[in-house]
């Protein structure tokens, strides 16, 4: 099955950019998500791409699509203490209503 | 406000003492969804509903049950909880089944 991976602890200086990196192992995968959970909270759809594009870009967030090396990344510009959460990555497949979520990504942000 | 409650948000219980988590949405979405949630796992998908009468299994259901005897609700039952159950547990509604949203959890603990 779907196997969705992600570094554990990501740590950035406030105002310089954070890269937050998954890979997954379904080539079939049609639709990928980041969501961000912040603490004591539920998870909150940041953005998503599907599996034609290469790259999306909304306001500080670009994520970018490598299907070659089934890889996907997600740069937050500009990084704020406010960006400080967990970040989960998610893929989907077409004929599939399920979701396969990464173990997340501990993003903290230094003042 | 277009939200996914879930209640309790916290309820701590015995072995073997049946319970009832309850998910409501109020966004008219066809599909729903239970995950739990535990440390360096990520979300690991429980059952899910495409619509009214229509539930599957997913990645991990022993030990749960779920209905969909209405669009908005989709009730999480644990007929005999185990201490393993203890988890952080999340409610989603999609109108497709990808882009999904999720309610603010419940954490459970089992003793």
């Known amino acids: 099955g779907e196997d969705v991976e992600q570094s554990l602890f990501l740590s950035v200086r406030e105002g310089d950019s954070s890269v937050i990196n998954c890979t997954y192992t379904?080539?079939?995968?049609?639709?990928l998500y980041w969501y961000k959970q912040e603490p004591g909270a539920g998870l909150q759809l940041l953005t998503y791409?599907?599996?034609?594009?290469d790259m999306k870009q909304d306001q500080r967030l670009t994520v970018l699509l490598n299907k070659k090396d089934k890889h996907l990344s997600l740069r937050i510009a500009d990084t704020q203490t406010g960006d400080s959460a967990i970040y989960f990555c998610?893929?989907?497949?077409?004929?599939?209503?399920?979701?396969?979520f990464g173990s997340g990504t501990r993003l903290l942000v230094r003042p | 406000e277009a939200q996914v409650t879930q209640n309790p948000r916290y309820l701590i219980t015995v072995t073997g003492k049946k319970l009832t988590v309850t998910c409501s949405q109020n966004?008219?979405?066809?599909?729903m969804s239970w995950y739990r949630q535990d440390p360096g796992l990520g979300l690991r998908q429980i059952y899910y509903?495409?619509?009214?009468?229509?539930?599957d299994k997913g990645d991990v259901p022993e030990g749960y049950k779920v209905s969909r005897k209405e669009k908005r609700n989709f009730p999480l039952i644990l007929e005999s909880p185990s201490p393993n159950q203890t988890s952080l547990y999340f409610c989603?509604?999609?109108?497709?089944?990808?882009?999904?949203?999720f309610g603010p959890g419940t954490r459970l603990t089992v003793l």
């Open positions: 989603a509604s999609s109108l497709t089944g990808n882009e999904q949203f």
């Open positions: 379904d080539s079939s995968s049609t639709y």
């Open positions: 791409i599907f599996s034609n594009m």
């Open positions: 998610a893929v989907a497949m077409d004929s599939s209503y399920k979701l396969i």
């Open positions: 966004m008219n979405h066809e599909y």
């Open positions: 509903s495409m619509n009214v009468e229509v539930t």
